[in-house]
């Protein structure tokens, strides 16, 4: 354990002290491979990620691979480290992540990038691939920004793509192999790793460029390494590791709850939402195993709240169901349910019975645009007759405080969108006063939270430009100007921040030069508000001679080939440009319960879906 | 359903050691990580009544993040019968080692009725021979320091707070056996001793050892 010194002089000292109650210790003696999982940012934030939980317990399942979790230290406690030239830690062992056979990252938002590149740093790691020797960890990437790994991919020796349940097992046991045979040096594994199903190694594709800076051809060095990279997905979810236990935090994290995924994957088809194409095809849980799941989950940690989670969650198709066998025993045992991600078209009364037990008096929800035009351009399939009576639902219940969501600079999107914005704000206020009957509870209040659109691999959206700052700042003028109700309260998002969110996010391998000068500059921890510094990143694409406005403000040509074309998500191409079209003609596209789109998901497979050709789908 | 309230069967008092690792995590956390445990073990603990249910805990005194206690108490109440052996056992079994629980026990004596505890306080670095006397000399005039109070930052006087202490010197480092007063109008916090301190210790530790009624010598159980 780090010196108790230090642990004095620096903030929450449990975010490094481990000893957490249900970590896995092993004997390093005994075990043939050592994972140190790392999430990129603070140990807060780290600690409530579930794909985390269930990754650490999937490999820690496996006698002979012991898995460790490792997080960014926060600057206090970088800044003893690099002054007590203390190399970063595994929370168990205590020991360096340098000595370990392989450091996973997960990489859930594109601003994490420069905290990945700072905690190789920290840990002694060569921060690019090919300046790592035999002795040095195979640094291994996933989670959301792995659909397009370009702007990162120098940074790391290979991808797993998609779910990691068992691929990271998989790869692991390869590792193990090879260091048994003798035959293990990095080359020989990665070459080998790229013929699994599911890897992407970087350093084995070859990529041109065009005069204008666009891909002219991204190949693989080889005949044996794929041409794309197909993501791995768990057929059956009820089958699908899930964690018995959780490591139980003592310090205070963001979700501090028992977090049940019910299904994975969405039937809606919003044109800005990477997850949910990413995470496609639909794969659902039974009520009974996800019952079983809670309970001992509850046994288990002794937490006093469920969280139900997953991308929409009232589109599970036994809700009422699962809520039913829940509410059986979770009310005598003290512990709530909370739903989150609720459409605003299914809030129901009979469903806000089930959770009335929630303690907050806010309710939110995503009407994401203005206007039904915009909204049926964007697909986000809900009325304002939806938002009317899900109100009502809210109202009777004297939950009056509502929060909703929108985006500014949406395609499509004209003045009139956004003044739309401002009325729907309104009615809400104006259908409180219009209601027959008691008022309960405290005068309304409505909060409405706007985010700049950024465009995203793999949707509809993919080869859309985003609006310059200047109209950003136009746009978010001119909501507030039309705001006029003293009682609508107006959070805007930095367009700043989405503006370099969009750069790394539609990015190719240019930018890990930028991200090299980004950690020679110090810059990290670009996701927090106190450290983000637009200028110093407009020095550093100066500096490399980038230029943003190529990856964030320009439109992508449909022929263009995609930094993200070498990675396959399961979604076809075809798809997102027949949504596109959809859009531009503001023709909303039927959700998978009602109509299948042919998206292409359902080629690989699942049980439990909704996708209509694939053998045991229910819609059967 | 119509449930009547859960009837309390009787008080508990565990003692409880908080060591290693858990010496970082603060009150809250500390009240957190019971809470939890308390579930895990499946004991009958009371819950509050009104909107918001949650475990009636009562600790007997704050320990300041970084210190180190074999003698910390918890008094909770069961609304059903469960031995004290059988608490303890689960207990154990859902707590981390350094958190563990040494004792449970029906409560005899009120937490109100603690006035002082005992600390073993080590200072590391130029705190070696010779020490003594300079600590002595610190311990026995005006101590002021900066306290967190009701109204904010204050200037304030800790001498009052300060009762018997004896001082071993060792290689490199002083050992501080002292008494602090620890009733709720006059807590001492143990970390004040090294605020006052004019040359401040490369590294130090506190230990709580014991808690004490107010007369100073009978030890609180």
């Keep these: 354990m780090i010196e108790e010194k230090i642990l004095k002089r620096v903030l929450k000292p449990g975010r490094y002290t481990g000893g957490e109650f249900g970590q896995i210790i092993k004997d390093k003696a005994k075990v043939k491979a050592r994972f140190a999982f790392c999430f990129p940012d603070t140990y807060e934030i780290g600690m409530s990620n579930l794909g985390i939980r269930i990754l650490y317990g999937a490999l820690n399942a496996h006698e002979d691979i012991w898995c460790e979790r490792a997080y960014a230290p926060w600057i206090d406690m ?58 040095d960890p195979i640094i291994i990437g996933g989670g959301p920004c792995s659909y397009n790994p370009e702007p990162v991919a120098d940074f790391f020796d290979l991808f797993s793509i998609g779910e990691g349940e068992e691929a990271l097992c998989e790869i692991t046991r390869l590792y193990i192999q090879m260091k048994e045979e003798g035959s293990y040096t990095r080359a020989a594994f990665l070459r080998e790793a790229a013929r699994m199903d599911g890897f992407y190694v970087p350093s084995l594709y070859e990529v041109r460029y065009n ?49 049940l995924e019910v299904y994975r994957g969405c039937i809606r088809g919003c044109r800005f939402c990477q997850a949910g194409m990413v995470y496609r095809p639909i794969r659902e849980k039974t009520p009974d195993r996800l019952n079983e799941q809670a309970k001992c989950l509850f046994r288990n940690t002794g937490y006093d709240e469920i969280s139900l989670s997953s991308l929409s969650i009232s589109d599970y198709t036994q809700i009422g169901c699962l809520t039913d066998k829940l509410l059986e025993w979770t009310d005598d045992s003290m512990v709530s349910l909370s739903l989150p991600s609720m459409r605003l078209d299914s809030f129901t009364h009979e469903l806000m019975e089930k959770i009335s037990g929630v303690r907050s008096s806010t309710l939110t929800f995503a009407p994401e645009a203005g206007t039904q035009r915009l909204r049926d351009a964007i697909n986000k399939n809900v009325t ?75 949707t509809a959206f993919q080869w859309e430009a985003q609006c310059t700052l200047e109209e950003l700042d136009r746009k978010q003028q001119l909501l507030k100007e039309k705001i006029t109700d003293r009682r609508i309260r107006y959070n805007y998002h930095d367009a700043n921040v989405s503006r370099l969110e969009a750069v790394f996010a539609r990015g190719d391998r240019k930018l890990s030069g930028a991200l090299l000068e980004a950690r020679r500059r110090g810059v990290r921890f670009d996701s927090w508000d106190e450290f983000f510094n637009y200028d110093i990143w407009m020095e550093i694409f100066d500096t490399v001679g980038i230029d943003p406005a190529f990856y964030a403000n320009r439109t992508f040509g449909e022929d263009e080939v995609l930094p993200w074309d070498v990675i396959d998500c399961g979604v076809d191409k075809a798809f997102f440009k027949r ?7 503001s023709i909303p596209t039927p959700n998978c319960k009602e109509k299948c789109s042919g998206c292409g998901a359902n080629r690989l497979g699942g049980e439990r879906s909704w996708c209509r050709d694939c053998p045991s789908s229910l819609a059967k | 359903m119509v449930q009547g309230l859960p009837v309390v069967t009787r008080k508990i008092r565990i003692k409880f050691i908080k060591q290693g690792a858990l010496k970082f995590i603060s009150h809250l956390d500390l009240c957190r990580t019971m809470k939890t445990a308390l579930i895990r073990a499946g004991i009958p603990i009371y819950y509050t009544e009104g909107f918001n249910p949650h475990p009636k805990m009562v600790f007997a005194l704050p320990l300041s993040i970084g210190a180190s206690s074999d003698c910390e ?27 563990a629980p040494i004792a449970v026990y029906e409560p005899q004596v009120k937490f109100a009725e603690i006035g002082w505890a005992r600390y073993r306080m080590t200072f590391f670095g130029d705190y070696g021979v010779g020490s003594a006397a300079k600590l002595t000399e610190m311990l026995t005039s005006p101590m002021i320091v900066m306290k967190h109070t009701k109204n904010g930052e204050r200037e304030t006087d800790i001498q009052g707070g300060i009762g018997r202490f004896e001082i071993v010197e060792l290689e490199g480092a002083a050992v501080l056996d002292i008494m602090l007063k620890a009733d709720s109008a006059n807590y001492t916090n143990p970390e004040l001793i090294v605020q006052a301190m004019k040359e401040k210790p490369e590294d130090y530790r506190i230990e709580r050892m014991g808690v004490y009624l107010a007369d100073g010598i009978t030890l609180f159980v």
């Design chain 1, 211 to 259: 005069e204008d800076g666009t891909i002219a051809s991204h190949e693989p060095k080889y005949e044996d390494v794929p041409r794309r990279v197909v993501k791995r997905i768990m057929k059956d979810m009820d089958e699908s590791y899930f964690p018995e236990n959780f490591v139980m935090p003592y310090i205070e994290t963001v979700h501090d709850r028992i977090m």
């Design chain 1, 384 to 458: 304002e007759a939806d938002l009317l009576q899900a109100l009502d639902v809210a109202f009777d219940y004297g939950k009056n405080t509502v929060k909703l969501y929108f985006m500014l600079g949406l395609p499509t999107e004209t003045d009139e969108d956004i003044e739309g914005i401002a009325q729907l704000a309104k009615r809400v206020i104006d259908y409180y006063y219009e209601r027959p009957g008691k008022r309960k509870g405290k005068a309304p209040s409505v909060t409405i939270s706007v985010a700049c659109f950024i465009p995203k691999p793999d």
């Design chain 2, 73 to 99: 108490y918890m008094d909770l109440k069961l609304v059903a019968e469960m031995s004290d052996a059988e608490v303890k056992e689960r207990l154990a079994a859902a707590l981390p080692v350094e958190l």
């Design chain 1, 579 to 585: 949504e596109r079209a959809q859009a531009y003609a």
């Design chain 1, 78 to 135: 970088e800044e003893e480290m690099r002054k007590g030239d203390i190399p970063l830690w595994a929370v168990e062992s205590g020991d360096p992540l340098k000595e370990f056979d392989i450091v996973g990252f997960t990489l859930q938002y594109e601003l994490c990038y420069t905290n990945v590149l700072n905690v190789l740093e920290l840990a002694k790691i060569p921060l690019l691939a090919s300046e790592r020797t035999d002795s």
